[in-house]
């Protein structure tokens, strides 16, 4: 099973990279920085979304969202 977590986790990771080289004027790249906006509904645990998914692949690797940014600025 921890195969299958590291393929779709470098699989995740691989296509942040192509997002992050796109230019700034794609959509898809300025949706990665949007903030959801806050609702009022009864308190619960928030549910997941894609940059968080990114966020912990990044830190399980031990590199920052803005050093990732980065690393793409170099390729």
Not at 52 to 71: M, N, P, Q, Y
């Amino acid at each position: 099973m921890k195969t299958l977590e590291l393929i779709i986790k470098k699989r995740r990771l691989r296509w942040f990279g192509h997002v992050l080289r796109m230019d700034d004027d794609r959509i898809l790249k300025q949706a990665i920085s949007w903030k959801m906006s806050a609702t009022n509904q009864e308190p619960r645990r928030p549910k997941k979304n894609w940059n968080d998914i990114i966020r912990r692949d990044l830190k399980s690797i031990g590199v920052a969202w803005e050093d990732a940014e980065h690393f793409t600025d170099r390729a």
